[in-house]
């Protein structure tokens, strides 16, 4: 009897990719037709606005009206919220041409409610480059990440990267501190251990690499070394490929200390003088610490350190007003520590 021909796996794989990949293309053409509906509903009303009667209120009116006859019809994807929508997209975004595919209608609702323009202009650009999905961007700008960003760069620098007219080139540009780590699931409880939170981050690595930013990818976890008799371990390794270098990542759940730090510094030692090759750049150490104490760490590291730096974790989503308080406690420290230096 004649056995049964078998098709080869690659012919199976390569159906199951054309019709996965046309069924994405699918729902990405429907998302961006519906993003397209709402900018042309947004324009008509404009339209209408200008040619209509001069009064203050008069836009508020045609948007109330044209939803009590849309809604009964077409449900409540077309109220009054939803057609004011439609209408201040428009006006943020007057060139169709200038719409983006990759992003559909409830990523451009959250943008469409940022009021700083070079806010959301960091957003929309970021979301399109590093293609977030709906849920991505919405704890991005939850986790204030923008605002986290400008602790530590100005903001031409930071819209720079995200438009692509430069690369970071600076560990500075890439870390963000506080780091927030909502997504890790774990109370803020001083008797957790740092086994507990670096389990954590390797159980959510994905979003760990996320939180961190741009380029990174994962080597190594509980790395270990000998030198000579000594036996340590390091916590993580990464890899950044924008800033071509090892980036060695040591957690604490106390306040830092200055052992903490020479221990973080003799790990990057380790990696700048026996795994970096000659084309690399030097290694990047972060201290990842429930508590930060910025005197402790200016006086334990050399005053041209640029490869160490702490950064302070949340576990939970910070509030505007706490990143705030945040922003401008960090700007009074810097102001007090340029006073110094110009004293001396």
Request: aromatic share 12%; charged share 25%; proline share 2%.
């Given at each position: 009897m004649k056995s049964k021909e078998v098709i080869s796996a690659k012919l199976v794989q390569d159906a199951k990719q054309i019709i996965e990949t046309a069924r994405k293309n699918a729902v990405r053409s429907v998302d961006f037709c519906r993003v397209q509906m709402y900018w042309n509903l947004g324009k008509r009303i404009f339209e209408e606005e200008q040619h209509g009667k001069k009064r203050a209120d008069y836009g508020a009116y045609i948007v109330k009206s044209l939803a009590e006859k849309l809604e009964v019809e077409y449900g409540s994807g077309f109220g009054v919220r939803q057609i004011e929508r439609a209408r201040?997209?428009?006006?943020?975004?007057?060139?169709?041409?200038?719409?983006?595919?990759?992003?559909?209608?409830?990523?451009?609702?959250?943008?469409?409610?940022?009021?700083?323009?070079?806010?959301?202009?960091?957003?929309?650009?970021?979301?399109?480059?590093?293609?977030?999905n709906g849920r991505e961007l919405e704890r991005?700008?939850?986790?204030?990440?923008?605002?986290?960003?400008?602790?530590?760069?100005d903001k031409e620098a930071v819209l720079a990267v995200a438009r692509k007219e430069r690369f970071p080139e600076t560990p500075q540009e890439v870390i963000k501190d506080p780091m927030v780590l909502e997504f890790l699931g774990l109370e803020k409880n001083p008797a957790f251990y740092e086994s507990d939170l670096e389990g954590a981050i390797i159980s959510h690595i994905?979003?760990?690499?996320?939180?961190?930013?741009?380029?990174?990818?994962?080597?190594?976890?509980?790395?270990?070394?000998?030198?000579?008799?000594?036996?340590?371990?390091?916590?993580?390794?990464?890899?950044?490929?924008?800033?071509?270098?090892?980036?060695?990542?040591?957690?604490?759940?106390?306040?830092?200390?200055?052992?903490?730090?020479?221990?973080?510094?003799?790990?990057?030692?380790?990696?700048?003088?026996?795994?970096?090759?000659?084309?690399e750049n030097p290694t990047i150490g972060i201290l990842?610490?429930?508590?930060?104490?910025?005197?402790?760490?200016?006086?334990?590291?050399?005053?041209?350190?640029?490869?160490?730096?702490?950064?302070?974790?949340?576990?939970y989503l910070p509030t505007t007003e706490q990143l705030v308080n945040e922003i401008n406690e960090a700007k009074e420290l810097a102001k007090k520590q340029e006073a110094c230096r110009t004293a001396q």
């Open positions: 201040q997209f428009f006006l943020l975004y007057p060139i169709a041409s200038a719409l983006r595919t990759q992003l559909n209608w409830f990523q451009y609702k959250m943008l469409i409610a940022i009021s700083d323009s070079d806010k959301r202009e960091y957003y929309e650009l970021e979301a399109v480059n590093n293609a977030w991005q700008i939850n986790s204030q990440l923008y605002e986290r960003l400008l602790l530590s760069n994905t979003e760990f690499l996320l939180e961190l930013g741009k380029g990174f990818s994962f080597i190594a976890r509980q790395k270990r070394i000998m030198l000579e008799d000594d036996e340590f371990f390091i916590d993580l390794v990464l890899y950044n490929r924008l800033l071509r270098c090892f980036v060695i990542i040591e957690i604490k759940t106390g306040k830092i200390t200055h052992q903490d730090l020479g221990q973080l510094q003799m790990y990057v030692n380790y990696h700048d003088r026996i795994e970096k090759l000659p084309d990842l610490c429930a508590g930060k104490n910025d005197s402790v760490v200016k006086m334990t590291l050399p005053e041209n350190n640029k490869t160490i730096l702490a950064s302070e974790y949340k576990l």
